[in-house]
C-alpha cells in the first residue's frame, strides 16, 4: 500500500467530520472519493496532508506511520495536492505559484529566468495560453485551477490528491487534465480524485471509495459499480430522480410582464446585447471559459455597472446602477465566486440567509429575532442545508452547503429575477437535483431565472432558453426544440453563427 | 539678513510664546525669519539646520530639544561660517562651535523654587509631592535636580511622591489627583512642586475638586510664569513661580547682529533672570502684562 | 510584471515632478548639498522603512520600531560609558538584542495567533520603557570611532557630502531589494501576505517566516538605532517618537499596499526621499508656522496618495 | 444577544478587570475605600471610571471601526479638534450649547473625512487616518492660536469635573454613550450589517449592503465619540490644550479594543467589552501612579501587564493548557463565549 489510514478520527465542533476511517491507496491506481456534501472528503485529505490535526488513527505511507505536522512535510514526502477552492495567492505571478518552495536557484538568488522558463515546462501540455509574469488574479478561476493542478502534479513525487479540481473547467480542459492523470498513473503514482461529476469519476478512477457522515462506506473496483448503486451508497438511500418535466417552453414567450434589457454592456467586458426576460422564464447562458458570461451576469446585475444600454420592465425604467438598485427592482444573484462574492464566513448560517432582505429593508427595520428563526429553520429544512444548527458559521459548513446558504439567500428575498452563476458547482448528486427541483419550483410560482452552467447537460434539462456567449459577445440564442447538447456545441465553436447579440 | 530659526515645536503655551516674541522681534529688526517646527524631534532640527546651511541664511537660532548629538551639524554650520545661537536649552557641545547660549540655568530655577519653598515652610514638617515634566526631557531632569539641591539643607521638607505629569495640564490634574488619594485625601499633603505651571493649574483645580484650598492647604510653587499661573496668584491659589522669560530671542539677535557687523564675540552664555514671582507681586498686573504675548 | 510595477513607476513619476516644483521654486533644491543630506538625513529613516517594507508586505505591521531605536541608542551610549568594549562589539550585541526582540515578537504573533499590531504595541511600550530603565538622561558618546564614522563622508561637486550613514542606507535598500525579490525567503513574504492559510497549504513555513520576518524588522530597526545614534553622537530614550508612523507612511507612498502581498523595496527608498523632501521644502519656505507645518504636512502626504490612485486608475483603464 | 450570552461574552474581561484590581490592592489595600464627600463620590474605583472617560468614549467608536476592518488613528487630534473648538465658541460668548453643537459638529465632519477617504477613495484606513491624525492637531493649534485656550464657563467645566448623585459626569457620559451606540447598533441591524461589511466588503456589497454609506457612518460615529471625549478633556482642565488634548489616547483605544477581544481583522463585535478593556487599562494606569514607583518604570510595568492580559486570552494558548471544551465552544459560536482568561 502506498498511503493508508487506520481508525483516523476528526471532530469538529459539533460535528465527527471523520469517525475511524481507513482508506487505502495503491501505487498507480486512481482512486475516488465519493460522498455527499459534508461527508468529509476534504477533511480526509487535509488530515492526510498535515494542514489538520488529526483526533487520533494512523497514517502510513508504504506501511510506515507518518505524521506530517504541515503541509510541507507533505509535500516534502512526494505528496501534492490540490485543495477544495484554489488555494493558490493571487499576489503573485503565475511563475511564482508554480514554483513557490522549489524555485531555482543559483548562488543562492532566485534566476527569474530559469523560474519562468520551469514554470512554462510545467504548464505544458495543459494547453492554457498564460503569460506567466502575470499575476494570478488576472485570470480567471478555470486558469487558476489548472495552475493549481500542474503544480501540485510537478510537487507530487508518489501521491497526487485532486479534491474537486474539474469544478470549474470545461469539457476541453478535463480531457487533458485526465490525460495527465493517464500519464502519472502508468509512471505508479497514487492518485486520489475527488469529484462530484460521476461521468468522470466512472472514467477515470479504478477504485472507489464512499463516505457518508464521517464514515467509510465502502470500497471498490470501479467496474463493479454501476450508478444508481454508488448513488444510493452515498445518499444512504435512492435517489428519486424523476426527470424535471419543462411542458411551459414555448408558452411563457406571450405574457406582458417582462424586464427587456437593450444594448446593454460595458466596454473591455462584455458587448452590448439585448435581452427579455418573460416571467417564470429560464434562461441558460452556455460559453467557453472566459467567455464573458459571469461579465454579462455582473452587468445584469449592476455589479459591474453598464455603459451602455437601457433596461425597462412593465412599470418603466430600471435603475441598475449597483446591487442595491437591482435588488430594490427584484433582481438576485449568486456568484460564480461563493468564498469570495458569497458568503460572510463568520456570521451564522441564519444571518446570512436574512441578510439581503435585511439590506433591502435597511437598517432601521430589523428583522425580529424570532422571524430570523423561523426563516432559516425554512430554509434549512427545503433546502436541506447539512448543518447542526442555524448558529453555525457558514464558513465551517461543505462549499455545497454554503452554496445552499446563498441560495435561501436570495430566495428569502423572493426576487423575480434570479440570477444563477455556476448554482451547482460542487454540489453533490442530492443536492444537485434538489437544486434543480428548486429551480422548477420557483419558476412555477413565476420568478424568472438566469442559469449560468457550465454544464450543458444541465443547461439543457432547466432552460427554455439558451443564450450562447463567445469572446464576450452573445453570438446566439436557442429556444425550444433548438435547445441540444449539439446545437449549443455547435455555436460555442462556430466563428460565425447567426448573431442575436 | 536671513536668519534661521529650529523651534521645538509648539508643546506648550510657553513655547508657542517663544516663538512669537521671536517672530515679533524679528520683524521689530527687519529680519527675514525662516522658521521650522520640528515636532519635537531632534531628527528634524538636523535635518532643518542642514536645510539653513544648504540655503546659506547668515544665521541660525536654535532650541535643542536634547543636549547631545549637536557637534557634526554645528561643525559643518562652523565650516559654511554660519553663526549659530542656542536658544533657551544647553547643548554639550564644545562651545567653539556655536556663537552663544542665551537661556536660563534650569537648575538655578529648581533651586529657586526649592529656596522659596524652604523658607515659606520656616522650618515646619513638610510633605511635598512633585509633578515631574516629560520624563528624560533635560527641563524635568534639572528642574527636579534644582529642587532637591535647594530643599537639601532642610530636614524637615521631603518629597513623598513624584510622578511625570508630561508638562501637560490633563495629566498633571491626574496625576495630583492620585496623590490625593494616595496620600489620606490630601490631608497629608503640605506642598506642591510643579516643573510647569500647567501641571500645576492642573493640579489646582484636582486640589479644590477635592475640597481643599489650593494655596493654603497645599502650598504650590511651580516654573516658568505662563500667564495663568498669575491669575492662580491673584486669586489666591497658587504660591510662587519662577519665571522663564520667552524672550530669548531679543538677546539672540544682539548678539549676532553685533557679530555679523563687525566680528564682535558676544559672551558664551548669557543667562535670564529667573525671578521668583509671589502673591505679593501684583499678579494680576503681570496677567495683564502677559496674556496677549501668545502663551 | 510591468502591471504590477505600475505603483512603482507612478511613485517615481511623482517625486520626479515634485522635485521638478521644488527646483522651480528654490534652485538651490538640486545642489548636492540637498541631496546630499536627503540621504544623510533620512538615512535612520530609509533604514527602518526597508524592515517595515518586509514586515507590511507580509501582511503585518511594526510599531516598535521607533522604541526600538531610541532603546539602541541608549544602550550603545551607556555600554560604550559603561565598558571599555570596542563600539563595533557594541553594535553587534546591540543588533543581536533588536534581533532576537523582533523574532519574539514574531514568535508569539505567530504561536499565540495574536494581531502584529497588539503585539508591536507591547513592544514599543516595552522597548523605550527599557531605554528609559537604562537612563532617563541622554547620554552622549565620545568614542573615536563615532568621529571616524562621522567624518566618513565623500565631499561630492558643492560641497554636498555623501556620508557614510546615507551609503548604509542606500546599500540596505539594495540588500533589501535582492532579498524580497531573489530569495525563496523574499517570495514567501509575498506569500504571507497574499493570505496566510493558502500560503500554508502551498507549503510555506509560515511560523518560521513570520519569526524571521519581524527579526529582520528588529535587526534593521537595531542598524537604524546605530546610525542613529552616530548621526546625533548620544543616546537618548525619547528619541524617534513616532518614527513607526513615518516609516509607515514612507512605505505606503512608496507604493505598498498596507493589505500585504505587493510593494516594491525600491518604491520605499522613493517614499523616504519623498518626506524628507517635504520636511525640506517646508524648511526652505520657512514661513509655515507649527500649526501650518502640520496641515501642509498632513496635506502633501493626502496629494501624494490622491495622484498615485489617479495615476493607477488612468493607466489601468487606458 | 440574551443576558446569558453577554455575560459568556465578557467573562474573560470581566475575569481580567477583577484580577488587576486585585493587583492594584495589594499595593494599594484601600482600593475598595469609596466615600461621599463633597456631594460626590470619592475614591480609588471612582477616579479610574472619571479618568477612564476619554478612552472609553473612544473606544465606543473605534470598536464599530475596527469592527468594519478598518482602524481610526486620528481621534486623539480630533478631540483636539473639538475640545479647541468648543473652547474657541466659549471663548466667543456663544455658549454652552453653541459650544456643545459646534464640537460635536465638528467631530462629525472629521469623521466624514475620514469615511470619505475610505469609503469613496478607497484609501486604506490606516494611511486615511493617518492623515488626520497629522494635520488635526494643525488644525487643533490653528483654532487655538497655539496658545491654551482657557475658558470662564461653569456650565461647561461642569462637564469635565461635575457630580450628578455623586457620579462624576465624565463616567455618566461613556456610560450613556455606551448604552447608546449598544442599543443603536443592537436594536437596528447595524451591528449585523457592520460585521458583515467588516467580514466580506466585497459579499456584502453584492448582497445590497450600503457599504459606503455605512463606512461613512461608522467613521462619523468615531468622530462624534471623540468629539465627547474632547469635550469633556477640555471641560476637565477648563481650557483646549490643542498639543496635548488626546495625544496617543488612538493606542490606548486601539488597545482597550483589543482586550476587549474585538478581532482588528474586523467582523463581531462587543462595545460592552471594549469599555471594559478601557477600563482594565486605567486601572492599570491609575494603580501605577497610585504604587509610587518612579516614573521611568511606567512603561515597563504597562507593557509587561498588557503582554500578560494578551497573552492570556490569546486563542492559542487556553487549549494547552486543557481549556479545551471551552475553546470548542467558542469555536462553534464565534458570536458567543471566547475564552476565559486568567482562571
Ligand atoms: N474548520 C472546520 N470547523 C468546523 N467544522 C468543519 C470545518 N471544516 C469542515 N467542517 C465540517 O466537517 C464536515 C465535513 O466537511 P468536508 O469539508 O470534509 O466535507 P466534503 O465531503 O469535502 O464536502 P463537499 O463535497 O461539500 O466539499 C462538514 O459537516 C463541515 O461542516
Ligand atoms: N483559458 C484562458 N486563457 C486566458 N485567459 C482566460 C482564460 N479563461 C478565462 N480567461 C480570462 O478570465 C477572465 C474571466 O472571464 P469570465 O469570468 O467572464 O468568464 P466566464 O465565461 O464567466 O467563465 P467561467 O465563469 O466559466 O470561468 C476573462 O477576462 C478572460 O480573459
Ligand atoms: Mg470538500
Ligand atoms: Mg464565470
Request: aromatic residues 6%; contains cysteine; hydrophobic residues 50%.
Amino acid at each position: 500500500m502506498l498511503l493508508s489510514t487506520r481508525n483516523l478520527t476528526k471532530t469538529f465542533p459539533g460535528t465527527k467530520a471523520l469517525d475511524s476511517v481507513d482508506f487505502d491507496l495503491k501505487a498507480g491506481e486512481v482512486h475516488s472519493l465519493l460522498g455527499e456534501n459534508g461527508a468529509g472528503k476534504s477533511t480526509l485529505i487535509k488530515c492526510l496532508t498535515g494542514a489538520y490535526r488529526r483526533d487520533s488513527g494512523d497514517i502510513l505511507f508504504e506501511g510506515e506511520p507518518i505524521s506530517p505536522q504541515s503541509t510541507l512535510e507533505a509535500q516534502e514526502i512526494g505528496i501534492g495536492t490540490v485543495y477544495q477552492e484554489v488555494n493558490l495567492l493571487p499576489n503573485l505571478t503565475v511563475a511564482e505559484n508554480l514554483t513557490l518552495g522549489h524555485q531555482p536557484r543559483r548562488f543562492g538568488m532566485i534566476s527569474p529566468r530559469a523560474m519562468q522558463a520551469q514554470a512554462e515546462e510545467m504548464l505544458a501540455g495543459y494547453g492554457v495560453d498564460v503569460d506567466v509574469r502575470r499575476s494570478l488574479d488576472t485570470y480567471s478561476v478555470a486558469v487558476q485551477q489548472i495552475v493549481a493542478i500542474a503544480r501540485a502534479v510537478h510537487l507530487s513525487g508518489r501521491v497526487l490528491i485532486l479534491d474537486e479540481p474539474t469544478a470549474s473547467l470545461d469539457s476541453r480542459e478535463v480531457r487533458m487534465l485526465f490525460d495527465v492523470i493517464g500519464d502519472l498513473r502508468k509512471r505508479g503514482l497514487g492518485i486520489i480524485f475527488i469529484s462530484h461529476f460521476l461521468d468522470q469519476v466512472f472514467e477515470i478512477s479504478d477504485t472507489l471509495t464512499v463516505l457518508r457522515n464521517g464514515c467509510h462506506i465502502a470500497t471498490r473496483p470501479a467496474a463493479e459499480v454501476d450508478r444508481m448503486e454508488l448513488i444510493t451508497l452515498m445518499l444512504g438511500h435512492e435517489l428519486d430522480e424523476e426527470k424535471p418535466d419543462r411542458g411551459l417552453s414555448s408558452e411563457v414567450e406571450g405574457t406582458g410582464d417582462a424586464i427587456r434589457f437593450k444594448g446593454i454592456g460595458r466596454r473591455g467586458k462584455i458587448a452590448p446585447f439585448d435581452l427579455t426576460v418573460h416571467k417564470g422564464e429560464v434562461i441558460g447562458m452556455a460559453g467557453l471559459l472566459g467567455s464573458g458570461r459571469t461579465e454579462s451576469a455582473e452587468v445584469l446585475f449592476g455589479a459591474t455597472p453598464a455603459d451602455s444600454g437601457t433596461v425597462e420592465d412593465a412599470n418603466g425604467a430600471v435603475d441598475l446602477r449597483n446591487p442595491r438598485n437591482a435588488i430594490a427592482a427584484g433582481f438576485a444573484f449568486a456568484p460564480e465566486d461563493r468564498k469570495t462574492d458569497g458568503i460572510i464566513a463568520e456570521l451564522s448560517v441564519r444571518e446570512n440567509i436574512i441578510l439581503a432582505l435585511q439590506a433591502r429593508r435597511g437598517w432601521a427595520r430589523p428583522i425580529p429575532q424570532a422571524e430570523q428563526m423561523r426563516m432559516a429553520d425554512e430554509y434549512i429544512e427545503r433546502l436541506d442545508i447539512r448543518t447542526p444548527d442555524a448558529e453555525k458559521p457558514v464558513g465551517l459548513l461543505s462549499g455545497g452547503n454554503q452554496q445552499k446558504v446563498i441560495l435561501a439567500r436570495w430566495l428569502a428575498t423572493n426576487p423575480r429575477f434570479l440570477i444563477l452563476d455556476e448554482p451547482t458547482r460542487g454540489i453533490d448528486v442530492g443536492a444537485h437535483a434538489e437544486i434543480l427541483r428548486l429551480i422548477e419550483d420557483v419558476v412555477a410560482q413565476g420568478m424568472s431565472i438566469l442559469v449560468i452552467s457550465s454544464e450543458l447537460d444541465e443547461l439543457i434539462a432547466v432552460s427554455h432558453r439558451v443564450i450562447v456567449v463567445r469572446d464576450r459577445h452573445h453570438v446566439s440564442e436557442l429556444t425550444g426544440a433548438d435547445v441540444t447538447t449539439e446545437t449549443i456545441v455547435r455555436a460555442i465553436a462556430a466563428p460565425d453563427a447567426e448573431a442575436v447579440a | 539678513q536671513t536668519i534661521g530659526f529650529s523651534q521645538i515645536g509648539s508643546e506648550s503655551g510657553w513655547r508657542a510664546a517663544e516663538t512669537t516674541v521671536t517672530q515679533q522681534e524679528a520683524e521689530r529688526r527687519g529680519i527675514d525669519l525662516r522658521f521650522s517646527d520640528a515636532q519635537q524631534r531632534q531628527e528634524n532640527q538636523i535635518a532643518a539646520i542642514r536645510s539653513f546651511i544648504a540655503q546659506g541664511v547668515d544665521g541660525i537660532l536654535v532650541a535643542p530639544v536634547v543636549a547631545t548629538g549637536w557637534d557634526s551639524v554645528l561643525e559643518e554650520a562652523a565650516e559654511a561660517e554660519i553663526p549659530v545661537v542656542l536658544l533657551d536649552r544647553m547643548v554639550d557641545s564644545s562651545p567653539e562651535l556655536y556663537l552663544t547660549a542665551v537661556g536660563s540655568d534650569l537648575v538655578h530655577e529648581g533651586r529657586v523654587a526649592g529656596e522659596w519653598l524652604v523658607e515659606a515652610v520656616a522650618g515646619e514638617e513638610c510633605r511635598v509631592v512633585e509633578l515631574q515634566g516629560t520624563t528624560g526631557s533635560s527641563p524635568a531632569i534639572d528642574r527636579k535636580q534644582g529642587f532637591e539641591e535647594g530643599i537639601a539643607s532642610a530636614d524637615n521638607i521631603e518629597i513623598v511622591r513624584s510622578q511625570t505629569g508630561d508638562f501637560t495640564r490633563t495629566r498633571g490634574k491626574e496625576v495630583m489627583e492620585s496623590f490625593l488619594q494616595a496620600e489620606n485625601g490630601g490631608a497629608d499633603i503640605c506642598a506642591l512642586y510643579a516643573h510647569n505651571d500647567d501641571m500645576a493649574v492642573g493640579a489646582i483645580q484636582a486640589i479644590k475638586e477635592a475640597g481643599l484650598k489650593p494655596g493654603e492647604d497645599i502650598l504650590v510653587v511651580s516654573i516658568d510664569a505662563v500667564p495663568d499661573i498669575f491669575q492662580a496668584l491673584a486669586a489666591g491659589e497658587a504660591n510662587a513661580t519662577v519665571e522663564l522669560t520667552p524672550n530669548m530671542a531679543g538677546p539672540a539677535f544682539d548678539a549676532l547682529e553685533a557679530y555679523l557687523a563687525d566680528g564682535t564675540m558676544p559672551e558664551k552664555f548669557i543667562q535670564t533672570e529667573s525671578k521668583l514671582y509671589t502673591q505679593e507681586d501684583d499678579p494680576q498686573a503681570e496677567y495683564e502684562a502677559r496674556k496677549d504675548l501668545g502663551y | 510584471m510591468t502591471i504590477r510595477a505600475l505603483p512603482l513607476y507612478a511613485t517615481i513619476a511623482i517625486f520626479l515632478l515634485a522635485y521638478l516644483i521644488c527646483y522651480i521654486q528654490f534652485p538651490a533644491m538640486l545642489s548636492t548639498r540637498v541631496i546630499g543630506n536627503l540621504l544623510t538625513d533620512n538615512a535612520y529613516l530609509g533604514i527602518v522603512a526597508v524592515g517595515m517594507t518586509v514586515v507590511i508586505i507580509s501582511g503585518g505591521i511594526d510599531l516598535s520600531v521607533g522604541s526600538v531605536i531610541a532603546f539602541s541608542g541608549v544602550f550603545i551610549a551607556v555600554i560604550l560609558r559603561e565598558t571599555a568594549l570596542h563600539p563595533l562589539v557594541v553594535f553587534a550585541l546591540l543588533l543581536a538584542v533588536t534581533t532576537v526582540f523582533g523574532a519574539a515578537m514574531g514568535g508569539m504573533i505567530h504561536v499565540l495567533a495574536m494581531p502584529p499590531f497588539i503585539v508591536t504595541l507591547a513592544g514599543m511600550f516595552l522597548a523605550r520603557g527599557a531605554g528609559y530603565m537604562l537612563s532617563i538622561d541622554s547620554v552622549p558618546i565620545d568614542a573615536a570611532f563615532y568621529d571616524t564614522m562621522q567624518d566618513a563622508y565623500y565631499l561630492m561637486p558643492g560641497k554636498g557630502r555623501l556620508t557614510l550613514l546615507g551609503l548604509i542606507m542606500l546599500a540596505s535598500v539594495a540588500a533589501g531589494m535582492i532579498m524580497l525579490h531573489r530569495t525563496r525567503f523574499g517570495t514567501n513574504v509575498y506569500a504571507l501576505g497574499g493570505g496566510e492559510a493558502t500560503a500554508r497549504l502551498m507549503g510555506v513555513p509560515v511560523g518560521r517566516t513570520t519569526v524571521a520576518i519581524y527579526a529582520f524588522s528588529g535587526f534593521m530597526a537595531g542598524l537604524s538605532g546605530i546610525v542613529f545614534s552616530v548621526y546625533t553622537s548620544a543616546g537618548y530614550p525619547l528619541a524617534t517618537v513616532g518614527v513607526e508612523l513615518n516609516a509607515i507612511a514612507a512605505v505606503v507612498i512608496g507604493g505598498t499596499l498596507l493589505t500585504g502581498g505587493s510593494g516594491y523595496m525600491f518604491g520605499t527608498l522613493i517614499g523616504v526621499l519623498t518626506m524628507g523632501l517635504i520636511q525640506t521644502y517646508i524648511v526652505f519656505d520657512g514661513s509655515l508656522s507649527s500649526w501650518w507645518t502640520k496641515i501642509v504636512i498632513g496635506a502633501l502626504l493626502l496629494m501624494f496618495i490622491l495622484l498615485q490612485k489617479g495615476l493607477l486608475r488612468l493607466r489601468v483603464s487606458a | 444577544m440574551t443576558g446569558a450570552r453577554v455575560l459568556r461574552r465578557v467573562a474573560p474581561q470581566l475575569l481580567t478587570l477583577g484580577a488587576v484590581i486585585l493587583l492594584v490592592s495589594v499595593y494599594f489595600p484601600d482600593f475598595y475605600q469609596i466615600v461621599y464627600a463633597n456631594d460626590r463620590l470619592v475614591g480609588i474605583p471612582i477616579d479610574v471610571v472619571k479618568r477612564g472617560a476619554p478612552v472609553a468614549l473612544l473606544a465606543i467608536g473605534m470598536t464599530l471601526v475596527i469592527a468594519t476592518r478598518g482602524i481610526d488613528l486620528s481621534v486623539g487630534a480630533v478631540m483636539a479638534i473639538c475640545g479647541a473648538t468648543a473652547a474657541w465658541s466659549i471663548d466667543q460668548g456663544f455658549g454652552l450649547w453653541a459650544a456643545l453643537g459646534l464640537a460635536g459638529a465638528a467631530g462629525l465632519v472629521c469623521g466624514l473625512w475620514n469615511g470619505i477617504l475610505v469609503a469613496f477613495f478607497g484609501i486604506q484606513p490606516i494611511v486615511a487616518t493617518l492623515i488626520l491624525m497629522v494635520a488635526g492637531r494643525g488644525v487643533a493649534q490653528l483654532i487655538t492660536g497655539g496658545t491654551i485656550l482657557t475658558f470662564d464657563n461653569e456650565a461647561f467645566a461642569f462637564l469635565g469635573s461635575g457630580a450628578v448623585f455623586g457620579v462624576p459626569v465624565p463616567t455618566l457620559a461613556w456610560i450613556l454613550t455606551g448604552i447608546l451606540f449598544g442599543l443603536l447598533v443592537r436594536r437596528t441591524a447595524l451591528g449585523l450589517l457592520i460585521e458583515s461589511i467588516g467580514i466580506n466588503l466585497r459579499a456584502s456589497t453584492l448582497t445590497g449592503i450600503n457599504s459606503r454609506v455605512l463606512l461613512l457612518a461608522v467613521y462619523m460615529g468615531s468622530g462624534f465619540c471623540a468629539a465627547l471625549a474632547g469635550i469633556i478633556a477640555t471641560a476637565d482642565i477648563r481650557g483646549a490644550d490643542a498639543n496635548n488634548a488626546g495625544l496617543w489616547l488612538e493606542l490606548d483605544a486601539i488597545l482597550a479594543v483589543v482586550i476587549g477581544g474585538n478581532s482588528l481583522l474586523g467582523g463581531r463585535f462587543s462595545i460592552l467589552a471594549s469599555l471594559l478593556g478601557a477600563m482594565i487599562i486605567q486601572t492599570i494606569n491609575t494603580g501605577i501612579l497610585l504604587a509610587g514607583f518612579p516614573p521611568e518604570f511606567n512603561l515597563v510595568i504597562k507593557a509587561v501587564l498588557v503582554i500578560i492580559i494578551l497573552v492570556l486570552q490569546s486563542p492559542r494558548l487556553l487549549p494547552r493548557l486543557g481549556f479545551i471544551r471551552l475553546r470548542r465552544e467558542r469555536d462553534e459560536k464565534p458570536s458567543g463565549t471566547p475564552v476565559e482568561a486568567g482562571k
